[in-house]
């Protein structure tokens, strides 16, 4: 099967598929502060993608490590679940 490659500005061959699960989402902003290019608050001061290809995999690994309630769900490029 012919699988779509996206090469991005920002050297990831793999970026993650980034899920935010608001419902569950407490408005502390710790992502925010971990990776400020990829997550923010919205009106409702709920999380929001910004860009997902905004920082390293590595780093928005920690950010959504950082999740106190694990709101943050992260699909690696062949549809493994790598958070959390
Ligand atoms: S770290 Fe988790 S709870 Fe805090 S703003 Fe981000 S998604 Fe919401």
């Known amino acids: 099967?012919?699988?779509?490659?996206t090469l991005t500005p920002a050297q990831?061959?793999?970026?993650?598929?980034?899920?935010v699960n608001r419902?569950?989402?407490a408005s502390n902003a710790e992502c925010v502060s971990?990776?400020?290019e990829v997550f923010g608050l919205d009106d409702e001061e709920l999380?929001?993608?910004l860009d997902?290809?905004?920082?390293?995999d590595k780093r928005i690994l920690l950010a959504a490590r950082g999740c106190p309630v694990d709101a943050?769900?992260?699909i690696a490029d062949h549809g493994e679940q790598v958070w959390p």
Request: aromatic letters at 4%.
């Open 34 to 36: 971990l990776a400020p």
């Open 12 to 19: 990831s061959p793999m970026p993650y598929k980034i899920l």
């Open 47 to 49: 999380c929001i993608v």
């Open 1 to 5: 099967m012919g699988s779509v490659t």
């Open 23 to 25: 419902e569950l989402c």
């Open 52 to 56: 997902p290809e905004g920082a390293k």
């Open 72 to 74: 943050i769900t992260l």
